[in-house]
Every structure is written in structure tokens, then in C-alpha cells.
């Protein structure tokens, strides 16, 4: 079946330093690829997408390109700031995206200043 | 930008009791929603595909005589956790589709943390 593996957190930085959180999948058919991001207590925002091979998703100095050969969709950020904090998932929809969404285990950030 | 309203935020209540969660789309229609739980420092996990007008669609092993689905209009979704225990204790949260535009993903409430005692 179709799934997301991303890498374990918590992931640790410090203000201003860069940001790779990596996501790997496994998907039958040609999947789009989404990064959610999740402040505490509260639901998922939509970071950014990308839904077809070479695409690169940006939003907020965040970015992803969906690498097709590797099945990878990293995410990453050139400097962060201490709001980054959260959890981030890497997700896929199969079939459109609109369709039901499999999710990694998620990936908690914390940025000190 | 399109809103997902998710009531209430959170709930404690006492074990046995039934609750009933809304999710409604504020600013478009949604002929799908969807239903998922989290329990923490997890990820979410996909209950049941809610679908306006007919039957929701569980996912393997979630009870859907435990996990009731209504979904009457194009902008809200129900869930009733019926005789909640204290394992059912967890953050629900629900997604919507827009159906006016149809490759765009879901939209997310911002959750609903339930506590049974």
C-alpha cells in the first residue's frame, strides 16, 4: 500500500540555521505530495504541494522538489526562525489531490533562539 | 481563503457519554469530508471518508457503530463518538474538499481534543 516515511524528530536548531526534514514514499500510480504543518494545539495548514515529478512546492521560505527517482519529497528551509516551531508531515494523495491523504509520522521542529 | 470550522475545540465528559463533533465548511461546498484521529506525538490516522448524501466509508478496523457519520449538507460533517471511554480519548480532526475546485487539496479544522474520564 501506499505510504510516507519521514526522518524521527525532534530536529533542533538554532535561529537562522538551515532546515532539511526528509520524507521518503511509496506509492502505486503517479502521487501528489503535500508538507502540513501542525502548531500546537491546533489543525494542519496546507504548506506547500507539488503533483507531478521535478516540481518544486515553496511557501513561506520553505521548499520541496518531488523527486521521482529517489520517491523523495525533503523539505527545506534556509533559515529558520524560532515561529517555524511545530511538527511538519509529509503526505500523499493518490488519485488527485483532493483524494484521502497517507501521512508520515511527522517530524517536530523546535528553533531556539 | 476557504475555512474548515471544527466544534467544539475540546470536550471532557464523563465515560459512557456520547459526543457529537461538527465540522463544517465556512466559505465553499464539500460533497467530501474526512475524519481523522491523532493520538500524541503521531501521526493521523484516516477514520472514515465522509460523503454528503449516502454512506460514509471506514477505513479497516474503526468501528462504525462506534464512530457515527452524518454528513446532511454540503458544509457540515458530523461525528459521534457514542459511549465514549476513556481510550477513545484522542484529537479528532476533520478535512474537507472543496467541490467547486476540484485539484485543490484539503482543507483542515483546527481539531477537536477529546477527554473521557
Known amino acids: 500500500g501506499d505510504s510516507v516515511t519521514q526522518m524521527e524528530g525532534p530536529v533542533t536548531l538554532s535561529e537562522e540555521a538551515f532546515l532539511t526534514i526528509n520524507c521518503t514514499y511509496t506509492a502505486t500510480g503517479y502521487p501528489s505530495l503535500f508538507w502540513y504543518v501542525q502548531y500546537p494545539g491546533e489543525g494542519l495548514q496546507l504548506l506547500l504541494k507539488a503533483t507531478k515529478a521535478d516540481d518544486k512546492g515553496s511557501n513561506k521560505g520553505f521548499e520541496a522538489t518531488y523527486r521521482k527517482e529517489t520517491t523523495s519529497f525533503h523539505l527545506e528551509k534556509g533559515s529558520v526562525q524560532v515561529s517555524d516551531s511545530a511538527v511538519y508531515f509529509c503526505a500523499l494523495s493518490v488519485g488527485g489531490t483532493a483524494s484521502k491523504l497517507t501521512f508520515g509520522t511527522g517530524t517536530r521542529l523546535q528553533v531556539t533562539l | 481563503g476557504a475555512v474548515v470550522s471544527q466544534h467544539p475545540s475540546r470536550v471532557i465528559c464523563k465515560s459512557g457519554t456520547s459526543v457529537k463533533i461538527e465540522c463544517r465548511s465556512l466559505d465553499f461546498q464539500a460533497t467530501t469530508m474526512f475524519w481523522y484521529r491523532q493520538f500524541p506525538k503521531q501521526s493521523l490516522m484516516l477514520m472514515a471518508t465522509?460523503?454528503?448524501?449516502?454512506?460514509?466509508?471506514?477505513e479497516q478496523g474503526v468501528e462504525k457503530d462506534k464512530f457515527l457519520i452524518n454528513h446532511a449538507s454540503l458544509t457540515l460533517s458530523t461525528l459521534t463518538v457514542t459511549s465514549a471511554h476513556p481510550e477513545d480519548s484522542s484529537f479528532y480532526i476533520c478535512?474537507?474538499?472543496?467541490?467547486?475546485?476540484?485539484?485543490?487539496?484539503?482543507?483542515f479544522g483546527d481539531g477537536t481534543r477529546l477527554s473521557i474520564l
Open positions: 478535512s474537507a474538499r472543496d467541490v467547486g475546485q476540484g485539484s485543490q487539496p484539503q482543507h
Open positions: 465522509s460523503n454528503e448524501g449516502s454512506k460514509a466509508t471506514y
